[in-house]
Structures are given as C-alpha cells and as structure tokens.
C-alpha cells in the first residue's frame, strides 16, 4: 500500500501545482487606450496573482538593479475587409476593399514618477487615400508624463505632448476607434485623481492624419496651423447617497473654417454638459447627458443643444443573459435661415463610426430612437442588433455626416424622415489578445433622402480580426 501511495504522490503533487495555478487570475485585459496599461506586477513573477503570458518577456524589461526603471513594448494589427452597396445612397458607388491599422508602442518608465509613451500608426486602404483611413507611418502619440502623489491617495498627473484622449460616453470626444487612424491631439492635460473622483484640465490641437511618412506636424505652437482647438475641464464624481456616477463639463471648441446650412467662417463654440450614468438595483442601466452650447459663427450666434438617454434592462439571470435596451437622442438644428443665429449643434470630435461603421450620418440636426436587444451566448461571444430610426430635427437644416461635413443641403424640403438603419454586431473573443467582429449595417432611405436625391438603400458589411499585444 505505501508503495502505491509513493506511486501516487508525484501526480498528487502534479494535480495540487494545478490547482495552485489555476486559482491565480488572468492577467489585467488589455485596454482601448494602451497608454493607461500597467505591467508593475511583473516586477515580481513569482508573486504575482496573475497567470502568465507568452507577451510578459516584453512587457517588463527592467533597465536597472532595482526593477523601477524599465520597458513596455507592445503593438496592433487590425485588418478589415469592407463591402458597400450604395455607398452615400448612390447607385453608382458600391465598393469592395481591404484596410489594415498597424501600431506599435513603448512605455519607457522612469521610477514612480515619470514615464516616456511613444506610439506609431501605420494606415492602409486599398481603394484610395481617405482621411483618417491612410498613413504611411507617423507619430500618433509621443508625450512625457509627471506623476506626482499626494496625501491621502491623491495623484496629480501631468501629461505633455501628442497624445489621444476619450472623455465620457465620447458624444464630444471620441478616440476614432472605427477607423485606421485614431484620433489624438497635440496637447497639454493636467489629471486630478481621488478615489471614484477624477479632473481633468486640457487645452490642445486635433492632430490632422496625412498621407505619407512622418508629415503630421506639431502644431500646438503654430499660430499658423488651422487645426481645431480643444480645452476645457472635465469632472467625473460620484455624489453621496446618490446612486451612479456624475460628469460635469466645460469645453471650448476653435476652428478658422466651418461650413452649416447657412452660414461658414470662423467658429468659436463653448459646451457645458452634464451626464449621469450607472445602475440602479439588479437589472436597470442607464445613461443620460444634457449639452448646452453656445458662441459664435462668423457673424451668428450659436445656441444648440443635446439630450441624450440610453436605458437597458439585463436579465443576467438567463442563459444568454439577454439585455433589451431603448435610446433616444435630439441634437438641435439650425431653426430658420438667416436670422443671425446657428443652433445646429456640433459634436465635435465624436467617433465617425457613432451610428455604425458606415459612417454615413453624424449627430446633427437628428432626432433618433434606436430599440437594441444584445446577448452573450458564451462568455466569449457578444450578439448586438439595432433598429434606429432618424429624422431631421428640424426642417431648416441640412443632413451632416462625418466629419461635421453637409450630406444634403435642406434646400426648403419640409420631409423630416432620414430612414431606418438596421444594425448588428458580434464580437467573439478566443483569447486575450485576439477578437474577431463582425458589423452589419442596412439603411433605408426615407422621404427626405428621396426629395434632396440618389436615395438607393445602402448596406455594409466589415468583418474585422483583431489581434493585440
């Protein structure tokens, strides 16, 4: 009988070296914004409560004795494939095409206090040369960042240079995920953190993606430059009693050339919103924002607004754990012609693929209801179906696309009704580092788009495979 125990105690000790490793975590998902990753736990291997990773070697390179001084590397390739039929609701334009986004970063940490972040994009299309879709190979965030703790688990950070920032829900700004250059600004941003509380003051230049090597220019100190200008402060609180987290901000907006419905120049917009968002009992999600703006056009005063709400119930308790959702949206158009005033509202820098990969519409001068319904069948897998209706808010104003560029002028057309859109989305996820999704999109044209033009329905199709590291 010992003999047989003696036998057994090498696979005893095999199964209880398992047991141990499985109870250790998987390591930390990777995140949208890779700057904000951190691989400190891998100063400590042994220690860590974090399975291991094929990427660790590269993701802590120690520089010095001591471990606090090392390097992150890490990086991106993303194909898509794309069909259009009716592109712009144009007969004549259906399209086949294949685009790829490359990147890679490195995260050179200097002690507690300081780091270095470096990033390269590199954007193909096979069609043609598009705006934010093609880039040879450029700086798309460089910026130096200073760390500074304070008492009672406070940090002050401040970060300075090219750099991308997504605030909020994104309604104003969005990191350009859909295409493949992300969006990033050349900017000064000064970060406040206190527990669930976090402030943010910014001021900087939207970074315009050109086509070749390295030609995207500094621009925050060129007087000359006629990138959009961004600033503003951004709060993010919780309150007291008081369920969900708050957002409370302040953005202005610059650019030397703007194009409405009825007016162009030089635009000079500031924004004061409010949004809410969090859960409310087992079920309930919510996610609401109010935006008042106001400024000047050229000769016009602006005054536009936004009112956004997003509710979900989730039925975590069934089996695919199914999530039926409502949102409604109104983003105000420009009321009358010339009349001295502009209340088409902007949105800014807002993600082109807000209302699908399409990126056919943008939200102005829109009044939307979209009824959603999403799954997860397995843990991996994640179902997304849309239906979104979209009218024109009001009959004075044109139909916009992204960027803030006129789709169809209103030309006196009383129609409101832009169409339906029917949308779906899954996204399987086989391990850490590898998605694939799957977008559809299908636009019927409605009574405006028939009075103002080509109104061909258009459908669009974009698998997309995703690998990180």
């Known amino acids: 009988m010992k003999y047989f125990l003696l036998f057994l105690f090498p696979f005893c000790f095999i199964e209880f070296s398992i047991a141990q490793e499985q109870t250790k975590q998987e390591p930390p998902a990777l995140k949208m914004t890779r700057a904000e990753e951190d691989y400190l736990y891998l100063k400590n291997k042994e220690n860590s409560p974090f399975e291991k990773d094929f990427f660790d070697a590269i993701k802590y390179i120690p520089l010095e004795q001591s471990g606090n001084i090392y390097l992150s590397l890490g990086g991106q390739f993303r194909p898509r494939f794309e069909h259009y039929s009716n592109r712009f609701w144009s007969a ?47 700086v798309f965030q460089a910026f130096a960042e200073i760390k500074i703790p304070l008492k009672d688990k406070q940090k002050l950070i401040f970060r300075f240079g090219r750099q991308e920032m997504g605030l909020g829900a994104t309604r104003l700004i969005g990191i350009r995920e859909g295409p493949n250059i992300r969006r990033s600004y050349d900017m000064g941003r000064l970060i406040f953190a206190k527990g669930k509380t976090k402030i943010q003051a910014f001021y900087g230049k939207e970074v315009r993606p050109l086509f070749e090597a390295f030609d995207n220019e500094f621009s925050l100190f060129d007087n000359d430059a006629t990138n959009p200008q961004i600033g503003g402060v951004y709060t993010q609180f919780p309150i007291k009693g008081l369920n969900g987290m708050n957002e409370l901000y302040y953005l202005s907006f610059q650019v030397d050339h703007a194009v409405f419905n009825d007016a162009s120049g030089e635009e000079v917009r ?13 079920h309930w999600k919510y996610n609401s924002e109010i935006i008042y703006q106001f400024g000047g056009l050229g000769d016009n005063n602006i005054g536009a607004f936004s009112i956004d709400t997003d509710w979900h119930y989730e039925l975590n308790e069934t089996k695919w754990k199914w999530s039926p959702g409502l949102k409604l949206e109104y983003a105000s158009g420009d009321r ?119 109104a061909e329905n258009i459908f669009h199709v974009a698998p997309t495979f995703n690998y990180r590291f």
């Open 92 to 138: 004549e334009i259906d399209q086949d095409f294949y685009t790829q986004r490359l990147a890679f970063h490195t995260n050179l940490v200097l002690g507690k206090h300081f780091r270095l972040f470096g990033e390269l994009y590199h954007g193909y299309t096979s069609h043609e040369k598009e705006f934010a879709g093609y880039d040879v190979l450029d």
């Open 270 to 282: 500031h924004t004061i919103g409010l949004r809410r968002f969090g859960k409310i009992g087992t």
């Open 336 to 454: 009358a012609f010339n009349d001295g005033k502009i209340n088409s509202f902007n949105p800014m820098f807002v993600n082109p693929a807000y209302y699908s990969l399409a990126a056919t519409i943008t939200p102005v001068n829109i009044f939307g209801i979209h009824p959603s319904l999403s799954a997860r069948p397995t843990e991996k897998l994640k179902l997304y179906i849309e239906w979104a209706i979209f009218w024109r808010a009001s009959e004075n104003d044109a139909l916009y696309r992204p960027t803030r560029f006129i789709n169809r002028p209103a030309n006196g057309l009383e129609a409101k009704n832009i169409g339906h859109q029917f949308g779906g989305k899954a996204q399987f996820e086989v391990n850490r580092h590898l998605s694939l999704d799957l977008d559809l999109s299908y636009f019927i044209a409605g009574k405006f788009l028939e009075d103002s033009g080509e």
